[in-house]
């Protein structure tokens, strides 16, 4: 009786909170003391009202389970706690951070000049590579007034439009207070927000010895990146905490340039767009049906013979505002391959059945080489999930009978054919009836 009750009790709540996310509701918040998750109220709520329900937890706590029976406890994890040491009792490693993403998990990581070297770790797996401990981004011509020159403004957000709205891109400059990083160009990873060209990282700790060496300069210097994993798994690495934090939120800021002209800093709108792109309520692609037959036929056969013409269909949604949507790009192209692409077109789009997805068509003649083809869509753009869909095919020669019987070009043999033919039969005639003149008669006496 008491499970009836507690089933109806939660079913109300279940139907209320239906989170947005394509990929769950659950989030794990690391924290390096609970009791500072107050000074991020204005992001938790946010996430609260978006339909996930958040855990609290301390990043130290030995009985930590991220993946327990090689399943994710959770979907999604929140890790704002910058000085985590890796001690033995500490579940939290680069390792298990990695492995929750390769399960699919979303990550979303908030530092500070405290760079913890779980963080870094894990970063630099992804290609991110932070600055030492200690250092800090500085700017001296945009930071923020009556504060020191390490909480700086910027607004060069990444133009990417998947991933952010205009309200974010051509908003208010963000406040940010912390470490900077370099991007490897070998991954897929995107910069989100960098730096000023006037920025630069030095160390900021008191009694430090001095590096002359300046390793991060200007625009180079990324404040907050974004990776996106092979499976889709997105994780976000903001250099600084204090971005999300209530103090920067509901700050004002200078806008660049003009005198005295203060607006509410873009930090709020910037944290939400961010946590809804990482957690995967947009930017979304999914392939809704691929099929690919003979023209003229409706079936894929099992098999196409060289020089076929093919006629190939996708049709792709996007995911955002809750719903799918129609996907409409100029840049997506169908491959033959084997080994080598031997076909590489650009699909034309055209009107879809179903409201939610725009389908692309090409009509395409295969290869004259057989074997085993790939024919694949492989779609990889920055701010967008990817789309891999591929099926193998045979692709065959001509069989004997396939062959044409008589050909235009082949005229000149048949023709020396057939007169050698004739020739022959001339030839063997003259010789039989033909008397030399110059040989005598034999007498017949
Ligand atoms: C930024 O500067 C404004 C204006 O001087 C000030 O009101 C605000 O508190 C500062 N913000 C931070 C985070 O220091
Ligand atoms: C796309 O449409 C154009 C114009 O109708 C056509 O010439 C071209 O072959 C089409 N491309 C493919 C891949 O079917």
Redesign the pocket.
Known sequence: MRLLYSLLALLPCSLLASAKSLTGDKVLVLLDEIAAKDQYSIFFNSLTERGYQLTFNDATDPSLNLIQYDERNFDHLVLFSPSTKSTPHCSLTATTLVDFTNKGGNILVASSSAMSPVIQQFAAQLGIDFDNQGTSVIDHFQYNETSEHTVIASDRFTPVTAIFSPTVREGAPVLFNGIGHLVSPLVYTTAILKANPTAYSYETKENMVVDDDITLIGSEIALVSSHQALNNARVTFSGSLDLFSDRFATSSVKIHGSEKRYVKSGNEAFFNELSQWTFQEKGVLKAVSVKHHKVEEEEFPGWYRINDNIVYEIELSEYFDNSWHPYSAPDVQ?EAIMLDPYVR????RTQSESPSSTKY????ALPDVYGVYTLRVNYKRAGLSYVLEKDVVPIRPYRHNEYPRFLTVAFPYYVSAGSMLVGFVVFSIVWLYNRDAGVPKKKTN
């Open positions: 169908f077109v650009t699909l034309n068509v090409g009509h395409i």
